[in-house]
């Protein structure tokens, strides 16, 4: 089993930063993949980016390349989501995910950590 805390949600203006930090325990040596979904109000799950746990292989999602950035620390079993020019359908709630279980954009993961709240305000 692998156990996923996930922390960094805030409010935030649009065009501001954030950052979001996930913690992996646990199972880590058999961790594929790492990274966060977001599910706004009213609508489903959506992929934002996601790093191979080795290697260098990062993914994102259409609506936030050029803004996110996620980043690994193998040392410290953390991946961090750096997250700029943050616009207000980024609001969302926030979920650390690890191990795809078919396709790394698709939501389907199996582990979750708690979601973390993040708000952009007009």
């Known amino acids: 089993q692998v156990q996923l805390v996930g922390s960094g949600g805030g409010l935030v203006q649009a065009g501001g930063s954030l950052r979001l930090s996930c913690a992996a325990s646990?199972?880590?040596?058999?961790?594929?993949?790492i990274g966060w979904l977001r599910q706004a109000p009213g609508k489903e799950h959506e992929f934002v980016a996601a790093?191979?746990?080795?290697?260098?292989?990062?993914y994102y999602a259409d609506s936030v390349k050029g803004r996110f950035t996620i980043s690994r620390d193998n040392a410290k079993n953390t991946v961090y989501l750096q997250m700029n020019s943050l616009k207000p359908e980024d609001t969302a709630v926030y979920f650390c995910?690890?191990?795809?279980?078919?396709?790394?954009?698709?939501?389907?993961?199996?582990?979750w950590g708690q979601g973390t709240q993040v708000t952009v305000s007009s």
């Open positions: 790093v191979s746990w080795r290697g260098t292989y990062t």
């Open positions: 995910v690890a191990n795809p279980k078919t396709n790394v954009y698709l939501t389907e993961y199996a582990y």
């Open positions: 646990g199972r880590t040596n058999s961790m594929s993949a």
